[in-house]
Every structure is written in structure tokens, then in C-alpha cells.
């Protein structure tokens, strides 16, 4: 009987899964905390490029509502596509973090939506602080493999874990 | 020679041997306060500009002029400074970006006759601020030596507010001009940077190019990066840190039957910034 419900389960789960697509790709990203001096939260960006350094879709942007002034200081995202399109900005932009670990996840998809080719890609986490530093971190990966990772904490990251499973 | 005009003479020797020495020895430059600037909306971002000559890579020394500086836009439309102001030792001007765009901001051009020659007794050179025939009615009896050039040079930087475009780039088709290849928003340390000389709008080889990143000052070699333009025009460097820097390109062509002048030397001086990576 157990068993059966826990069949039952996985069938109501299957069918929804579409629904909700859990996706398999999964960083989770710690913001250390930072006791000398000044600190604000960081401005962040995480993303995907692809293997020759094109932008695929940016996973998150924590930046201040009313802070495009500083936008250029996320440099590399900036230079790779915040600065292409301001309204589009505005809309995937949100309240910077405190310290803390925070779960993020690609559904594989670009920023049209649409699924991409299981090839070679790049994520990249980008977090400056006004005072503060820049760190900027990058994994190649290939969607043609699961994988796990943890990159090593850096003065402005805590440790991240990147994760895969087809 | 009446005296006026030997009064006007005795001046023009004496600013041309000071300007004279800041046409061959100084560079000069215009430095923004940001190259690249993000902004929302409308709200514009204000650039305030440094102009000035100096021995050392950002090291003002000596003012010229940000009066006759000209913006061209986004739009390729030319707009001046809404202020300007000098100093004794440098001048400053400011502008407002109000449109998305790459702008480019750019010394007037203009061409100067230069000529020089020597008198009996002394190996001193004089120099005079007109062309060689106009010297040669001013020079006295027994002057010899006479040479005459005519300058042309190019003072520029580009400055990009959000998404960069690359209307102000449109060369003139006169004199020396530098095409970005490479956009001056997307130079990146360690990365390849391409740029184009050309020559009344035509690729042209042999352009001497120096690149020497800011704060000489601060180090003992000057650690320029030099390259001269292919057949295709095209310069290639690799910027090794991220930084100012300011390049300083010049062509210098023989002028054949000329009356006025024996060459023509072409100048640029060309303010970037190497973004990190």
C-alpha cells in the first residue's frame, strides 16, 4: 500500500512537473558577511553565456530600484547586456540581498524563452560592493553531463555550489 | 619693414616658439571624468572633461583651449560644451549626455603652417607660425635653411551613456582620421583591440602608433606599446591591465611642389579606457 501512494505520489508529481518545471540546473550562492567597514549589499548578477562569450540569459540581478547610475559598475554584465536594453532591466531587477545563501536555477532557456542546445556554457556571478570590492567567478559546464561543483569563496562570495542533472 | 611689422613678427616668433614647443613635445588630451555611464530614462549623466597637455600620461601641465571643443552625438549631430573653464594648468569642460549613444568629444581640427629657418652666426632655429612662402617675404637677408610643415592633429575620446552606437565614429575624409574597429566601450584588458587609420578616407600603412597606459609618472619605464598600421590600416594591441590609457598616432608625408610647406605631419591623440574583464 505504501508502496502504491508513494507511486501515486510520484505520478501526481510527474504531471505537475511540467507545470512547475523544477529546473535541474541549481546554484546556490552565498553572500558573506562583512564586518569592516562600510558595508552595503552587494549589486549582483548572475548569468549564462555561451562558450564564445555570448550572453544566454541572466538568472538574477539584485541592483537598487532606482539604481541604473551604477549599473555599469557590474561590469562585465553590464558590458554584455544590461547596458542593451533599459526597460528590460527594469523589469528583471530586484531589491539587493543581505548576507545570506540564496537558490537560483536556469530552466535552460534564453531570454526568448527558448530551450537551448545541450553545448558548452559559461555561468558567471558578478558582485560588487559601493566601498567595497568586485569578484568576479565563472564555470565552464556542458549540458551534455551532469556535474557538481562548489567554487571557493572569494572577498565578496561565499561558497557556491553549482549543480546539473539531466 | 615698417614697425608694426616687425612687431608683429617679433610676436608671432615669440608665441610660436612656445607653441611650436607644445605641438612637438606635449601630448595632449581630453579626459573624461567616466568613459562609460549608465543612467534611466532621460535623466542624462554629466561629463566633466579635462584638456590639457603634459610630458606625463594624465598629468596636466599646461591649458589649451576647451572653448572650441565639439561633441558629436549619438545622432551625429555637433553640440559644444554648456560650460567651459580655464585654468593655468589645464582646462576643464562640461557637457550632459542626455541620449543613449556613443559620443565623441574632439578638439576642433584645424591645419597650422609651421616653418623655421637660420641666420648666419647662429645654429638656432627660428620659428615662425606661417607657411614657408609667407616666412620667406619675413626672413632676413642671408636666412637660410628654410623648411615649412603643415600640422594637423586630432585631439578625441568617446564616452558611451547605456547602449553604445557608432554614429559619432563617421570619418571626414580629411586628413588622418582613427575608425574604432574595436568599440571604445567594449575595450577590455588582455583582449585584442583593432582600430583603422585612414588617410582622406582611405586606408593607410605606415601609422605610427604609441600607447602608453596613465601614470608614467609613477613608474620608471614608460612601457608604451607601439604598432604601426598594416595596408589595411589596421593597428592591433592588446591593452595589459585595465586602465586610461592615451595613444598618439602619427603619419608624416612628404608634400612634393608644395610652395607653402615641405611635409605634412598628422597627429591623433586618442583617450580610451581598458575596462577590467
Not at chain 2, 554648456?82 to 581640427?109: A, I, M, N
Not at chain 2, 583582449?191 to 605606415?206: L, P, Q, R, W, Y
Request: with cysteine; charged share 25%; aromatic share 10%.
Amino acid at each position: 500500500m505504501k508502496k502504491n501512494t508513494s507511486l501515486a505520489c510520484a505520478l501526481l508529481f510527474c504531471s505537475a512537473l511540467p507545470v512547475y518545471a523544477e529546473s535541474n540546473f541549481s546554484i546556490s550562492l552565498t553572500l558573506p558577511e562583512i564586518t569592516s567597514g562600510q558595508y552595503h549589499r552587494p549589486y549582483t548578477a548572475v548569468w549564462i553565456e555561451n562558450n564564445k562569450g555570448k550572453h544566454v540569459k541572466t538568472l538574477a540581478l539584485w541592483s537598487e530600484p532606482k539604481g541604473q547610475k551604477w549599473l555599469k559598475d557590474i561590469r562585465r554584465w553590464w558590458r554584455k547586456i544590461g547596458r542593451t536594453d533599459a526597460q528590460w532591466v527594469d523589469g528583471i531587477s530586484s531589491a539587493t540581498r543581505p548576507a545570506g545563501e540564496y537558490s537560483l536555477s536556469w530552466d535552460l532557456t534564453n531570454e526568448q524563452h527558448i530551450k537551448v542546445n545541450n553545448e558548452d556554457y559559461k555561468v558567471f556571478i558578478e558582485v560588487v560592493r559601493e566601498h567595497g570590492g568586485r569578484n568576479i567567478l565563472k564555470h565552464s559546464f556542458s549540458l551534455n553531463s551532469d556535474f557538481k561543483t562548489t567554487l571557493k569563496p572569494t572577498a565578496e562570495t561565499g561558497p557556491i555550489k553549482i549543480k546539473f542533472n539531466k | 619693414m615698417n614697425t608694426k611689422q616687425i612687431f608683429a613678427l617679433a610676436s608671432s616668433m615669440l608665441v610660436v616658439s612656445l607653441l611650436a614647443h607644445n605641438v612637438s613635445a606635449h601630448d595632449r588630451w581630453i579626459l573624461p571624468n567616466e568613459f562609460n555611464t549608465s543612467a534611466e530614462g532621460e535623466k542624462g549623466v554629466w561629463i566633466t572633461s579635462d584638456v590639457t597637455a603634459g610630458n606625463q600620461v594624465f598629468v596636466f601641465d599646461k591649458p589649451f583651449g576647451s572653448e572650441d571643443i565639439e561633441i558629436i552625438t549619438p545622432q551625429g549631430k555637433k553640440e559644444y560644451p554648456s560650460s567651459s573653464y580655464r585654468g593655468g594648468r589645464k582646462s576643464v569642460f562640461d557637457y550632459q549626455l542626455t541620449q543613449p549613444g556613443t559620443y565623441r568629444f574632439q578638439k576642433e581640427v584645424s591645419a597650422k603652417y609651421y616653418s623655421k629657418y637660420k641666420v648666419k652666426g647662429s645654429e638656432k632655429e627660428i620659428h615662425t607660425r606661417v607657411d614657408k612662402s609667407a616666412t620667406k617675404t619675413m626672413m632676413p637677408k642671408g636666412a637660410y635653411d628654410l623648411q615649412g610643415a603643415l600640422y594637423i592633429s586630432r585631439v578625441e575620446t568617446y564616452v558611451t551613456l547605456n547602449k553604445p552606437n557608432k554614429e559619432a565614429f563617421k570619418p571626414t575624409g580629411e586628413y588622418l582620421e582613427l575608425l574604432p574597429i574595436t568599440h571604445p566601450a567594449d575595450i577590455i584588458e588582455n583582449n585584442e583591440t583593432e582600430f583603422k587609420m585612414i588617410f582622406k578616407g582611405n586606408a593607410v600603412k605606415d601609422v605610427e602608433v604609441s600607447i602608453v597606459r596613465e601614470g608614467t609618472l609613477y613608474r620608471n619605464q614608460i612601457e608604451a606599446i607601439e604598432v604601426s598600421s598594416n595596408s589595411q590600416g589596421i593597428i592591433k594591441f592588446t591593452p595589459p591591465k585595465a586602465g586610461r590609457y592615451l595613444l598618439h598616432a602619427t603619419y608624416e608625408k612628404a608634400l612634393n611642389d608644395n610652395k607653402l610647406a615641405d611635409k605634412m605631419v598628422n597627429a591623433i591623440f586618442l583617450t580610451f579606457e581598458a575596462g577590467l574583464e
